[in-house]
């Protein structure tokens, strides 16, 4: 049985995370810590476990063997290097970190001690991540010429139940989140784009304030390629009714995947013909607890994680610069 300790309930995903620990036959949760107290003493109550205020106290206890980490983007590097150095596995809510010198902090302590991490990526366990991906390398597409993805909500408008929208308010902090719509919900179209083409030479991000808030509510992101091809990565807080969308275009035919309803087509001389979507992989915290058990060490979501922490430094850095940033450019 592994036993794993909460560390903060601050991001949205929280219990959902703390749902996936409790489903699972090998999992079981025994600590919760939180940088608010109050906050995670409501949840270890619930839970029926211990709280502890000191984070040392709690990596200190040699019968957690793990933690799942969901304090804010901004402590995420203290909180993982100081669980690694406790010898505890890690889960962590998407981003890594917010720069790429934070993150390789991280993975340099988790290789010195020799634990399991594991970046919360889901949509690249789906059926349809693996149907395209399936296209992309059996030549089905040609070669790529441009990928749009596109992820958005409503979460930043206003409502008769939620007059500030159904965001919580911590997710407008440009010191806790270093970033808004993109860095929190445009994660998932970001590295969906660096799977179909991957890394590309440069990012040009343009970001909207339609609210007000202190981070951007509204995002696009494009990704240039040495081959010609572009991405393009769309995320947003202010957007009532907005399908997840993933476009692939390529020589020789062209995707399309659209949710709800899920579906796959693909254009071919007859028309739009829709495609077979397999059964999905196993979600990345069920991924995480099988590479613990057996020893082993997750190193492509290790990769995808590392090179969506340069997309978003750079991204970021694009939109406040306002100027074309090369991803080479970024220091480790």
């Known amino acids: 049985m592994i036993r794993v300790a909460m560390l903060s309930y601050w991001h949205v995903h929280a219990w959902d995370y703390t749902r996936q620990a409790q489903s699972h036959p090998d999992v079981t949760i025994g600590a919760v810590w939180d940088e608010l107290p109050e906050r995670g003493r409501a949840a270890a109550e619930q839970l029926g476990v211990p709280f502890y205020e000191s984070l040392e106290d709690l990596l200190a206890l040699p019968e957690i063997d793990a933690v799942i980490v969901d304090a804010p983007t901004s402590m995420h590097r203290d909180v993982m290097v100081a669980a690694a150095r406790a010898g505890k596995h890690i889960f962590t809510e998407k981003v890594l970190a917010p720069t790429l010198a934070e993150a390789h902090q991280i993975l340099a302590a988790v290789e010195q001690a020799q634990v399991v991490l594991t970046v919360s990526l889901p949509r690249l366990a789906e059926g349809y991540t693996q149907a395209i991906t399936s296209l992309i390398t059996d030549g089905t597409c040609g070669d790529l010429t441009l990928v749009r993805t596109r992820m958005a909500h409503n979460g930043a408008l206003p409502a008769e139940r939620n007059p500030d929208g159904w965001l919580p308010a911590h997710f407008y902090d440009p010191d806790q989140c270093r970033g808004g719509a993109m860095i929190d919900l445009g994660c998932h179209p970001m590295y ?141």
Do not use: C
Not at 222 to 229: E, N, P, R
Not at 268 to 285: H, M, N, V
């Open 192 to 332: 969906l784009a660096r799977h179909f083409l991957g890394l590309p030479e440069t990012v040009n991000a343009h970001y909207g304030y339609v609210t007000g808030r202190a981070v951007e509510d509204n995002a696009v992101v494009t990704l240039g390629y040495a081959s010609g091809a572009l991405a393009v990565v769309e995320a947003g807080f202010v957007t009532p009714a907005s399908p997840f969308t993933i476009e692939v275009h390529g020589t020789r035919t062209s995707l399309i995947y659209n949710a709800p309803p899920p579906r796959l087509i693909m254009r071919s001389a007859d028309g739009w013909i829709e495609q077979a979507i397999p059964a999905s992989q196993p979600l990345p915290f069920v991924q995480w607890v099988d590479h613990i058990q057996r020893g082993t060490r997750n190193v492509a979501n290790i990769d995808a994680a590392l090179d969506l922490t340069k997309l978003m430094e750079a991204a970021n850095r694009s939109a406040a610069e306002r100027r074309q940033v090369r991803v080479d450019s970024l220091q480790p």
